[in-house]
């Protein structure tokens, strides 16, 4: 009888619910427009940077030279990046898909339950992590946050500002948190495989692959969208992100709070790409670790460097998935230099606003820096 009454209602008074779907869709309308209007700016380099491209190595030419003109020739040429690059820093094993992560505890925290889960993100290790999980019923859109440990992320003590799955949570995203705690406690900081003593693999590029394995873990639970999973880290996270979401093509787009997106020594111990626990890896007893300058690295480092070789061709990997830099003081503006190769990956792809950069003075984030991040989340993933 209910279903007759809903049914006449609407066959004699019509307009009405016209209106009524009309002010939804203007509503919907109007929260993507305020989002949008909120980072449109900062998918466009200042004029003072547009079309400078410095003295980078160029995508859109191949190792031997040749021109790539076309989206075919890109697709070769993207192959023959990601190749190289993994033949540098080592092959990873074989993603680990299929495994069922094991819950530890939960507990319910305001809109949100949280999980603390085990799971497998490399063959010989498992983690500890935080999967948070809006109270609301669907799917949704999915982030993965990378840190020291994944307490901080969630909000567990840590520094301010870096609560990036609690936040993303709370704007109705499942996340999941997690860290290299215990070699973080050890003051090695990374993954190392198989081990420590005879890594196979730089291990950078190991925090990448434990993040694929880890969106495989994401993607298979029943609230996650899984063609709606990104990645966001900040500082050593924000590298980690950086390196998952160009190697591991499922991320749907990412965010990277100022990582230091491309070699450069002079900004201290915050672009350390050369230190044993990212891309100058040898076997311990380490020495000269935190260098301000890299001037003694071992390892990749010092041959990535010598044949010209910088993270801009890993940005391109990317295209056209979106990714945003948070910068901070290791990536000022002038970072859009190396970016405006990635814009132009995206331009002979037809793509435009793929690429952004928001600027603030200081390495850590901030209330309005993490705004602008977590509405660059919910425009390309809500």
Request: glycine share 6%; charged share 25%; hydrophobic share 35%.
């Amino acid at each position: 009888m209910k279903t007759q009454f809903y049914y006449l209602i609407i066959l004699f008074f019509p307009p009405i619910f016209e209106n009524v779907s009309s002010q939804f869709s203007d509503r919907n309308n109007t929260d993507k427009s305020d989002t949008w209007n909120k980072i449109e700016a900062y998918f466009d380099p200042p004029e003072e940077f547009k079309n400078q491209y410095g003295d980078y190595r160029s995508p859109l030419k191949f190792y031997n030279g040749e021109t790539v003109r076309t989206k075919p020739d890109w697709q070769k040429r993207r192959e023959e990046i990601r190749y190289k690059w993994m033949s540098l820093m080592g092959e990873w094993p074989p993603i680990i898909k299929g495994q069922k992560f094991e819950i530890m505890e939960t507990t319910h925290r305001e809109n949100f339950t949280q999980h603390r889960i085990q799971f497998y993100w490399t063959p010989n290790q498992q983690t500890e992590g935080y999967l948070l999980i809006p109270d609301k019923k669907g799917k949704k859109p999915a982030v993965i946050t990378v840190f020291y440990e994944p307490e901080t992320a969630v909000g567990i003590g840590g520094k301010p500002y870096r609560d990036f799955a609690y936040q993303l949570t709370k704007r109705g995203f499942v996340t999941l948190s997690i860290g290299t705690s215990e070699t973080t406690e050890n003051r090695t900081y990374s993954i190392y495989y198989p081990d420590i003593d005879n890594a196979s693999v730089q291990p950078l590029s190991a925090l990448a692959y434990a993040a694929a394995n880890a969106w495989e873990v994401l993607a298979k639970v029943s609230d996650v969208d899984s063609t709606k999973i990104g990645i966001v880290g900040h500082s050593y996270g924000g590298k980690w992100a950086m390196f998952a979401s160009c190697l591991y093509d499922k991320f749907a787009c990412a965010a990277w709070a100022d990582p230091g997106i491309v070699f450069d020594e002079t900004k201290g111990s915050g672009v350390n790409y050369w230190e044993p626990w990212y891309l100058g890896y040898y076997p311990p007893p380490w020495k000269d670790t935190w260098s301000k300058t890299g001037e003694n690295a071992k390892g990749l480092y010092p041959k990535l460097r010598k044949e010209g070789y910088d993270l801009h061709e890993l940005h391109a990997l990317m295209a056209p998935r979106p990714f945003l830099v948070s910068g901070g003081s290791s990536d000022p503006i002038d970072r859009w230099i190396p970016l405006n190769h990635t814009i132009a990956v995206n331009d002979l792809l037809g793509y435009k606003s793929k690429v952004a950069m928001t600027n603030r003075p200081e390495h850590s984030p901030n209330a309005e820096s993490n705004e602008l991040l977590y509405a660059f989340f919910e425009w390309i993933l809500k």
